[in-house]
């Protein structure tokens, strides 16, 4: 077993290894001129969230980040993507004219995180030692908090869930009058007496 | 184990062994992880050649024809001579493909089928990780499979990869919907996300008690939702008939047209890999993994490599059996029987759970 002080440098490796990774994809997401590659690096930005996520013991939210965003938001996001006819230079051609405002955005937004983030909310004090005891799940923890003190904000937001997921499938759905619709269970149902008859001819006779 | 590999490293080296021991005692947990790695990836491996060996052999059987029969005695040796046959193919790069992903496609196809198996239980403590969230580790890596498969259409810049990528991608996601939500039944009763927990509490009831473990497993208290991960599997893997994303008749091989040589290897290898991992959760899952179906013999790996073998004979038995599936079959099923028969069973689960009639307590 290793002792604990190389254990604790093995921990900051791997910290600086996944937030190096994760500030290069990061940055690389806005700067991939293919807009396919900048999906990907996001999602190796993703992959090093969890992986940071898991340096401070909370397994279960790294892997649901992993699962949810990389595995299913991304690909749709890629399947996406990957099928618009993107034209990098008329995209681009605003770029010094839309500049200024964009700036002034974005200094915005860094100055508002700042406020935030600089908070004693997230000072270090305000973090207790990670270091949870042997047997301890995250996942069963979390489930509890889940479904006992936060159980009515936990519900609402299902609720909003299910009320976009049904409004999306509500906005997107129409029935095309021109194409032709084939229902399977009337497929299945079919029978041979409505398709096929059999005639019975009477055999011509040779010679006549 | 560990203790008695140690021991035989001791007996192997005999005077030498204290000065090399001083010498890798630091490194010797990565040392004995990495040979857990191997012992479990080769004979994977191994697997894999023979199962497309068994695949031949057994479609032979039932097309009523003899199957590979050259190389070797009964064909033993076709899986190496093909796979040194791919090896030394040249690997072809379209003109206007995209280099880099190009090649990383394989790697993201073969890297997320190997890396899940860090989380299968063998044997009781025969696991690499014991993670409890094992199952959420599970469906997270095995989802990202899907990238290796929807970059390598991207990247071959090419009319047959790109459909088929765009097929896969739709059918995977839509399949894994399924697939969790008839895990969450298993949770429930199973109360814990822990595989070896899971593999434990179907030890357990009446018929267990009886002599009968196999009546106490998972496939018969929750048969719907076994059936709906079978099925799901199956279709999760690109396998027959839910084969549109390669569909040979139609898009030629799907996302690996432009693909030669190892490159082309690695997808098949992934695409197997996957199909060994499929029937190792449906034994973990519903059948018990290493648990004996009678109380008079031994539970052991033998056991779960029985219970493997069986479903992987039913991939292949599906595969002579079904025509291919037309593609909005193929959705309809998923999203329209599978996902409502989940969400309809996980309440009567529930419910039946809370009732005085509970059976997994």
């Known amino acids: 077993m290793p002792s604990i002080g190389s254990a604790m440098d093995l921990t900051s490796i791997v910290f600086y290894v996944f937030a190096a990774l994760l500030i290069f994809a990061a940055l690389r997401v806005i700067t991939a001129r293919n807009p396919v590659h900048a999906v990907l690096y996001l999602v190796l930005a993703f992959f090093n969230a969890g992986g940071l996520w898991l340096t401070l013991q909370a397994e279960f939210l790294a892997i649901a980040l992993v699962m949810v965003y990389v595995g299913a938001v991304m690909v749709l996001f890629l399947f996406v993507i990957m099928m618009l006819d993107i034209d990098i230079k008329r995209l681009r051609q605003g770029f010094w004219r839309n500049m200024p405002l964009a700036a002034i955005l974005g200094i915005v937004m860094v100055a508002e995180m700042f406020l935030v983030l600089s908070t004693d909310y997230f000072s270090l004090v305000a973090f207790p030692d990670s270091k949870a005891d042997a047997g301890y799940s995250n996942t069963k923890e979390l489930g509890r908090l889940l479904f006992t003190d936060y159980v009515y904000p936990f519900e609402l937001a299902s609720i909003i869930l299910l009320v976009a997921i049904i409004a999306a499938v509500v906005l997107t759905l129409r029935r095309r009058k021109d194409v032709k619709h084939l229902d399977p269970v009337q497929q299945i149902a079919v029978k041979h007496t409505d398709r096929l008859r059999v005639l019975q001819m009477p055999a011509e006779k040779e010679g006549e | ?361």
């Open chain 2, 1 to 361: 184990m560990e203790a008695s590999v140690l021991h035989f490293f001791e007996w192997l080296w005999g005077p030498y062994w204290p000065a090399l021991w001083s010498w890798f005692e630091p490194v010797w947990p990565l040392i004995w992880v990495i040979m857990k790695i191997v012992a479990i990836l080769v004979p994977l491996l191994l697997g894999v050649a023979y199962m497309t060996y068994a695949e031949r052999k057994i479609l032979g059987f039932m097309h009523v024809r003899i199957g590979p029969n050259r190389v070797g005695p009964l064909g033993l040796l076709q899986p190496i001579a093909d796979g040194l046959k791919l090896f030394f193919k040249e690997i072809v790069l379209p003109t206007k493909a995209d280099p880099g992903l190009y090649f990383m496609a394989p790697a993201l196809a073969m890297a997320p089928a190997v890396a899940v198996w860090a989380v299968v239980p063998f044997f009781d403590g025969g696991v690499l990780a014991n993670l409890d969230a094992g199952v959420l580790f599970l469906l997270a890596v095995s989802s990202l499979g899907v990238y290796g498969i929807i970059v390598a259409g991207w990247a071959s810049n090419s009319k047959y990869p790109f459909l088929g990528s765009i097929r896969s991608t739709a059918q995977m996601v839509s399949y894994e919907v399924s697939m969790g939500l008839a895990l969450v039944c298993v949770l429930m009763v199973s109360n814990s996300l822990n595989l070896t927990d899971i593999v434990h509490s179907q030890g357990r009831g009446m018929f267990a008690d009886w002599g009968v473990g196999a009546l106490s497993w998972n496939w018969l208290s929750l048969w719907p939702m076994f059936l709906v991960y079978l099925i799901s599997g199956v279709a999760e893997t690109n396998r027959a008939p839910f084969d549109v994303v390669e569909g040979e008749s139609e898009i030629v091989a799907g996302h690996m047209v432009e693909y030669s040589g190892m490159a082309f290897a690695m997808f098949f290898l992934a695409e197997y890999a996957n199909m060994i991992l499929v029937a190792a959760m449906v034994s973990i899952f519903f059948l018990g993994g290493w648990l004996s179906p009678v109380g008079f013999l031994p539970d052991g790996i033998l056991w779960l490599l029985a219970k493997m073998s069986l479903v992987l004979f039913m991939f292949l038995w599906l595969r002579a059996t079904f025509p291919r599936y037309r593609y909005d079959q193929i959705m309809r099923l998923g999203w329209k029987v599978f996902v409502p028969a989940c969400l309809i069973w996980i309440p009567v689960v529930g419910v039946w759970m809370m009732s005085p009639l509970n059976i997994w307590k």
